[in-house]
């Protein structure tokens, strides 16, 4: 290709989702992350000689909600294949997966950046288990070098989602967004907690790039091991630029994997050879094909919770919020939740809504921490924010209604997140609570006039504008806790 | 009176009116082990402890249903507490973490376990010599072999080592051995059995049953194998359960001749055996006609293609990392695993394990496996068909008598026709029977195969029962003649 050709790069995703069920794909262990190595495991999931895999009916529901989201057709019987190959972390030697009749084809999810919408279709949903975790002890963590391998299987056989997406996507951008919308979206559905450090959500992708406005594919290579949303960004950036790179230097784009490294943010080719498999897929013996009625179908769909676009729709409508304030409200189920569960006891919607995504959303990205309106135990405190929907009701209501000026709150918020305090108490302690008594202030008032006789008579003399220096002067000199109401009035009379 | 040779039902009515006990039965059976085992060698593991313990057990005579009957279970089912190797050298010193559910199902019907019997190493032959710790001998004759792969099941039903034991098949495992050793072999329709603790080898073949000294024994077993178990899910509540059959005959019985299994490669004392027992048939009353299953050339090859094909994905996990057998000083994962499965299976397994491999790869996969798969409900069908006409199919059940020791050891394929009766019937999932019709001159025995439709165990078993009347086969192996 000749240099200055316009590229367009063709990516692709796969996103392997973990089922936050309460038991593993086949066995009764328990499917959470973590635990004490090995302890989460059974004659199934270790396979041990004559085990054999049950269904759990528990994922199937998790992942026809997933179907149904995503606007897929789910099939009436899909098939489990084994997919073979060794590994130490895979027991059976054999991982049940699907293959060629998976749970659910053809749905799409869209997403909107920059004010344009993206349709990305869904070539596929299919649903499988996930392996158990090799951790090799030496300097480098990798398996090159180790003294020794030690095998995990508490994550063997936990249920997971396989999601595949059609090469709809044409930036790096665009597929973080995807990404990013279809998380919030599985986090709405109550199936995964998404959590993409601790692997219960793990996105590889296909790219290739052509000449813009062609309709021919070019070569595509597998890029893996993006852990972060901005790695995925990162990673596919990288992927582009040297697929692009190689074009233009008249040298052809080799179908391989392509593995991201993290810690530099570079891209590697792997040698094609060693990453060829044959995984000799065949039906799975030990089960039957999962026949899904329309019934249970029908009961999935009733029983499925609110969906962010929807919630979005109706703080348009019935709370009359402004469409960026929803959109933005609803890109977190657990920002959203709790938002709702506060108007409960705070019925200001807009200052609401302000607050939620002001000081409250700067304190939860600072902090890292999450919102949760259930009763947060000293447990959980390492993750979740203290902040109770009530507790933050009352908050909002003390500014309202003049307890606090809002300047002090600007510090109450962040104290009653860390120590689940309320605000009264912290108003309390810190002698916080707002000074609106007008002899107080009056004496405040008159001090300053007399402190700055020029500005008085600038005042005076027309310059109407510093009245606003005097009302930072009397709240300076208040500690912020001046009612600024009462301070505008009475300054105007005096002046 | 020798205990040795008593059936099970017999036992257990002795217990009852208390004859006899649970102990003196038991003990009955270690001794004839003690004098014959040297020769026949039909146990991997004998558990004499526990056997004691288990028929001292208060209650052992006449509690539960089938209180102090001496059992052998073969050593393809994972038994919690005693060593389970499945004959491989894989899995020598293997302590299962579990009990298999039938087994577990007949210790709490009250069994005594005597011990674990020999095989072919992961159910993989039909005469017993694969087994990684040496073959079992043939009661009948020590220079034979019992067929396989439950081989010693058959061996110690034949040979006075159990009243009765529990056996597998996945191509003819529990019926050829129980021809060539005289005794009765039931393979029941696939899932009436739960599989979840027996060691896979096909699995959607594979099925638990058992082999019995007479055609009640094995009833009287198969009420306490059969059910549902949420374990596995392709096992399935059996419609219409079993029962003890009546001694009744043949009366409006519609049974077909499988003739192309009589007539093409079948030994003339076979053959013979099998028309004296058609005969002895028709006079107790059975409408004797020929069936024709047009695809049955094709069902050897298809097994062949099938059974090592999920063999291959099944034996995946003996990979030496968790446990069983490991070589040692191998470099690096892959150096591991391939030193492991060379030193750990035997030529028969990675054969087969070969075989699977290659039928399921890319490329070829089509051309093998699903083919054969298409073969297997070609031949489903015509089972379908003949039981539109017939009640029952026989056919002999292995086309010859038991062979000797290392005849055809090195002819892996003349070794795989010797299940040919048994292997159609083991593609299309249905019941079948093996008991004993006859001896040839060299007075070895042959066994007459029943076939039902599935689910039909229970009349299966009647028109067996019915059947053993009519033939009046008395003999026993020399080694329980000459015992008494
Ligand atoms: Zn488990």
Known sequence: MAAGTAYEPVIGLEIHVELSTKSKMFCGCEARFGGIPNTRTCPVCSAQPGALPVINREAIRHIARIALALDCRIAPGSIFHRKNYFYPDLPKGYQISQYDMPFAVEGHLDVTMDGEQHRVGIERVHQEEDTGKNIHAGESGRIAGAIYSLIDFNRCGIPLVEIVTKPDIHSPQVARSFLNKLKNTLQYLDVSDCNMEEGSLRCDANVSVRPAGSDLLGVKTELKNMNSFKHLEKGLAKEIERQIGLLEAGRPVVQQTVHYEVASGEVHPMRSKEYAHDYRYFPEPDLSPLEISQDFVDDVRTGMPELPSVRAARYVTELNLPEYDAEVLTSNRDTSDFFDETLNYFDDQKMLSNWVMGDLGAYLNASGKKLSIETVSPGQADQLCWLSPAGFGEFLAMIKDGEIAAASGKAVLPEMCETGKTAREIVEEKGLAQISDTARIEALIDRVIEANPEQREQYKSGKKQVLGYFVGQVMKESGGRANPRTVNEILREKL | ?484
Request: net charge negative.
């Open chain 2, 1 to 484: 009176m020798s205990l040795i040779k008593l059936t099970a039902i017999e036992a257990l009515e002795l217990m009852k009116r208390g004859e006899i006990s649970a102990d003196e039965l038991t003990r009955a059976y270690l001794e004839q082990m003690d004098r014959r085992e040297g020769d026949l060698h039909a146990y991997l593991e004998i558990s004499r402890e526990r056997a004691l313990d288990d028929a001292a057990r208060p209650g052992a005579d006449g509690g539960p249903p089938l209180a102090g009957l001496p059992t052998g279970i073969k050593d393809v089912f994972c038994t919690r507490g005693i060593v389970t190797t499945c004959a491989s050298k894989m899995l020598e010193h293997y302590d299962p973490v579990y009990t298999a559910t039938c087994v577990q199902q007949l210790i709490d019907a009250g069994i005594v376990i005597l011990g674990k019997t020999n095989m072919d190493e992961f159910a993989m032959g039909s005469s017993t010599e694969n087994s990684a710790f040496g073959p079992t001998r043939n009661p009948w004759d020590l220079q034979r072999v019992p067929g396989g792969s439950s081989g010693g099941s058959a061996a110690a039903v034949a040979g006075g080592e159990a009243i009765w034991a529990l056996g597998s098949d996945t191509g003819g495992s529990i019926r050829q051995p129980a021809a060539l050793c005289g005794v009765v072999g039931f393979k029941p329709t696939y899932g009436s059995v739960s599989r979840y603790g027996m060691i896979a080898f096909a699995s959607s073949f594979d099925q638990a049953g058992p082999i019995t000294r007479t055609v009640n024994d094995a009833a009287l077993m198969m009420q306490y194998l059969t059910g549902k178990d949420p374990l596995d899910s392709t096992s399935v509540e059996h419609p219409h359960g079993f029962s003890i059959p009546v001694d009744q005959d043949l009366a409006g019985a519609k049974i077909g001749v499988i003739t192309k299994l009589v007539r093409e490669g079948t030994d003339p004392d076979v053959e013979s055996a099998f028309e004296t027992a058609v005969e002895a048939m028709s006079a107790a009353g059975a409408q004797i006609g020929e069936a024709t299953l047009q695809h049955l050339d094709y069902a050897l090859p298809a097994y062949y293609i099938l059974a090592p094909a999920e063999a291959s994905s099944n034996l995946a996990r003996f990979d030496g990392v968790r446990y069983g057998f490991r070589a040692a000083g191998a470099e690096g994962i892959t150096q591991m695993y391939e030193e492991t499965r060379s030193q750990g299976f035997g030529d028969e397994v990675k054969r087969r394990i070969m075989l699977g491999t290659f039928a399921l790869s890319s490329g070829y996969y089509e051309a093998y496996y699903g083919q054969a798969q298409k073969v297997r409900s070609l031949i489903f069908q015509d089972f379908e068909r003949a039981f539109a006409e017939f009640d029952f199919l026989i056919s002999p059940t292995t086309p010859t008598p038991a062979f000797e020791l290392g005849e055809k050891a090195d002819d892996p394929l003349s070794m795989y026709l010797s299940d040919i009766c048994t292997i159609p019937v083991s593609l299309a999932g249905v019941p079948a029977i093996s008991i004993p019709c006859g001896v040839t001159l060299q007075g070895l025995p042959v066994g007459l195969q029943i076939i039902g439709p599935a689910f039909s165990g229970k009349r299966v078993l009647q028109a067996a029962r019915s059947a053993e009347i009519a033939i009046g086969f008395d003999k026993v192996s020399p080694l329980i003649e000459e015992d008494v």
